[in-house]
Nanobody, 128 residues
Framework: QVQLVESGGGLVQAGGSLRLSCAASGYTLNSYAMGWFRRAPGKEREFVAAISRSGDNIIYTDSVKGRFTISRDNAKNTVYLQMDSLKPEDTAVYYC?????????????????????WGLGTQVTVSS
């Protein structure tokens, strides 16, 4: 059974850093693009970052460019989101997700509808 488990969330002061991890079990990640999404209280889920199956293509939403870094270690079946210079508006539940990219190369999808597997999320709270 495919499973994604996020970890690394917590409470941090503005300007601080957190590193989220997403560990996959039940399948290998090397055929999947991986994405991070977040849902803030009272808001819709939004795209944060994604990385192609090879790791060569990466995209970010504008609000996190220069502050967040997505990476993957296919040998460890794990994807990471390094979050620096955190702001209170980054407070949200963060989800990782997997999209089948076995049939094409290039950039990962931005739309959540393209992701077929989801973790349960990890809470990130940034205090001002």
């Amino acid at each position: 059974q495919v499973q994604l488990v996020e970890s690394g969330g917590g409470l941090v002061q503005a300007g601080g850093s957190l590193r989220l991890s997403c560990a996959a079990s039940g399948y290998t990640l090397n055929s999947y693009a991986m994405g991070w999404f977040r849902r803030a209280p009272g808001k819709e889920r939004e795209f944060v970052a994604a990385i192609s199956r090879s790791g060569d293509n990466i995209i970010y939403t504008d609000s996190v460019k220069g502050r967040f870094t997505i990476s993957r270690d296919n040998a460890k079946n794990t994807v990471y989101l390094q979050m620096d210079s955190l702001k209170p508006e980054d407070t949200a539940v963060y989800y990782c997700a997997a999209a089948d990219q076995s049939r094409y190369l290039g950039y990962p999808p931005r739309s959540s509808q393209r992701y077929g597997y989801w973790g349960l999320g990890t809470q990130v709270t940034v205090s001002s």
